[in-house]
């Protein structure tokens, strides 16, 4: 069984930064694809970001802006999403998400979901 359990979030000021952390469990982590979502307050689930299983290939969604940087380690069983320039826009419940690896990154299905830790960015 996969377990996925987020840290790092917290409340910072815009323009300020945060590293979140997401550690999986259960299953052998590389032969996942790990991905990014969040949830603004009162608005659907959205795509954030992803990696694919030995961490040579990403994909963002146009939302972040340049400003976000996801990475994997594979010795660690770990991926993180750096996040820099943070605005109020970006205050959510950011979740850790996993998938068996998938031949299209872009592919928005992902099987396993971690319970989320929660970004709050104030103007």
């Known amino acids: 069984q996969v377990q996925l359990v987020e840290s790092g979030g917290g409340s910072v000021q815009a323009g300020g930064s945060l590293r979140l952390s997401c550690t999986f469990s259960g299953r052998i982590f590389s032969r996942y694809d790990m991905g990014w979502f969040r949830r603004p307050p009162g608005k659907e689930r959205e795509f954030v970001c992803a990696v694919n299983w030995n961490g040579q290939n990403t994909i963002y969604e146009s939302i972040v802006d340049g400003r976000f940087t996801i990475s994997r380690d594979n010795g660690k069983n770990t991926v993180s999403l750096q996040m820099d320039n943070l605005r109020p826009e970006d205050t959510a419940m950011y979740y850790c998400?996993?998938?068996?690896?998938?031949?299209?990154?872009?592919?928005?299905?992902?099987?396993?979901w971690g319970q989320g830790t929660q970004v709050t960015v104030y103007s």
């Open positions: 998400a996993a998938r068996l690896k998938t031949v299209n990154l872009a592919f928005r299905r992902y099987e396993h």
